[in-house]
């Protein structure tokens, strides 16, 4: 519809005045009709018709009005309301960083050997140191299921510490069975066996007090294992032992194979 057309119409509908009068009296003709008896009062019938002539003028009235209304008005315009989406953001949680010295180091808590435990035993063999000398070998009466491992020491001067270890490694069913040695009082010492990872571990222990004499002395360690001739290989001992008149001493070394 072009500008000139629309501003006529508006410029109508803005003069235009409506006949209610006339309204009214077509609205009156339109409801009345033959005469019909029946039994309903005249005052009834005479409201009946004088409602509805009402409601049909109001309605008439309310439709030229709201025609004019939107004449002038013109079209609406359309609003369109959008509403964003929240969408909450996910905070990545933090990476806790190492903790570092002065020097920018990570730094790691210490590990502390277990208590009454032997320092790392050095690759090799040490028979001999000090007042000690010391042999270790497979006991010749072993057989293909249970063996023992024999260690042979000997001191030149009484002992008022020692401790005597000997470790079997595990080749396949070893369990042990015992132990014993030719110590003079056998009550002087405190005797262990003990498993750690793959290793049985054997320990005689001087009690405080008592002193070892000077000798020549056994220790020997019991055990069950897998049928077959076992290999002793890896088998180790280590003595750790303090005179009267000396500083600690150590010596150690393996199992040499039964002849």
Request: proline share 9%; aromatic share 6%; glycine share 8%.
């Amino acid at each position: 519809m072009s500008e000139e057309i629309t501003r006529q119409l508006r410029e109508s509908a803005q003069a235009y005045q409506p006949d209610r009068a006339r309204m009214l009296a077509r609205a009156e003709r339109a409801l009345a009709g033959p005469v019909v008896s029946h039994r309903t009062r005249p005052f009834a019938r005479s409201g009946r018709r004088t409602v509805l002539a009402a409601l049909a003028t109001a309605a008439l009235l309310a439709t030229g009005g709201f025609a004019v209304a939107d004449i002038v008005r013109g079209p609406a315009p359309t609003t369109v309301v959008t509403t964003p989406s929240q969408t909450p953001s996910a905070s990545p949680r933090p990476t806790p960083s190492p903790t570092t010295t002065s020097t920018g180091s990570t730094h790691s808590s210490p590990t502390t050997a277990p208590a009454g435990s032997h320092p790392a035993q050095p690759v090799g063999a040490r028979p001999q140191a000090g007042p000690l000398w010391s042999a270790g070998s497979v006991d010749p009466h072993s057989t293909v299921y249970w063996s023992q491992g024999d260690l042979q020491l000997r001191t030149a001067q009484p002992l008022t510490s020692l401790t005597v270890e000997i470790r079997v490694t595990q080749t396949g069913g070893v369990q042990s069975t015992g132990s014993w040695s030719t110590v003079p009082n056998s009550g002087d010492f405190t005797v262990t066996v003990r498993q750690s990872g793959s290793t049985l571990i054997y320990r005689w222990t001087l009690k405080a007090g008592p002193t070892l004499p000077a000798g020549q002395y056994l220790f020997a360690a019991q055990f069950n294992h897998a049928t077959g001739v076992r290999d002793a290989g890896s088998d180790s001992y280590r003595v750790d032992a303090r005179c009267q008149t000396g500083s600690p001493t150590a010596v150690w070394g393996g199992f040499t194979p039964a002849r």
